[in-house]
């Protein structure tokens, strides 16, 4: 590889590393967010995740096209990360920290993920309590009678 594919190479691999870095901070900030119940700056974080989601795709599918032109190899994982290694031992580190930082990502959004599950099976079963309690029949009356359950007639003169 020239010396102008190794820039080209290295200039990949810097945007893919900061914008994963980006990405990582974004779903620590999202995890905050669940945990702490603050739901309505979420959509403000979707936001921002699908953007930087799109931008980490076109990167990773510039770097794919870069190695296929390059005639690197891309599968299995550990070929591409022997000839990284072998081609220029700094590229090759800076390869195995984004691999790293997809797999905290991953791991990161999957428990988020789980956060958000949890959060709606809880909505859902308060839901449903709170309809149930809807159901059953009012003490007291829409004028503020008490009434009784059966005919809901009103049973008290006051």
């Known amino acids: 590889m020239s010396e102008t594919g190794r820039a080209q190479?290295?200039?990949l691999l810097d945007e893919l590393e900061a914008t994963l870095t980006r990405f990582n901070a974004l779903l620590i900030d999202e995890e905050d967010h669940l945990v702490h119940t603050r739901i309505d700056q979420l959509a403000t974080l979707t936001a921002d995740k699908l953007a930087i989601t799109q931008q980490l795709d076109q990167q990773?599918?510039?770097?794919?096209a870069f190695a296929q032109f390059s005639r690197m190899p891309l599968s299995?994982?550990?070929?591409?990360?022997?000839a990284l290694v072998r081609f220029d031992a700094q590229l090759g580190e800076q390869w195995h920290r984004i691999r790293e930082l997809s797999l905290v990502a991953k791991a990161?959004?999957?428990s988020n993920g789980q956060l958000i599950d949890s959060?709606?099976?809880l909505n859902d079963r308060l839901f449903n309590e709170l309809s149930q309690l809807r159901e059953t029949p009012q003490l007291y009356g829409e004028d503020g009678r008490v009434r009784?359950?059966?005919g809901g007639q009103p049973f008290d003169k006051a």
């Open 9 to 11: 190479l290295s200039a």
């Open 60 to 64: 990773f599918q510039a770097f794919r």
């Open 76 to 82: 299995p994982a550990h070929v591409l990360d022997e």
């Open 108 to 110: 990161r959004n999957t």
């Open 119 to 121: 959060r709606k099976q």
């Open 148 to 150: 009784s359950t059966l």
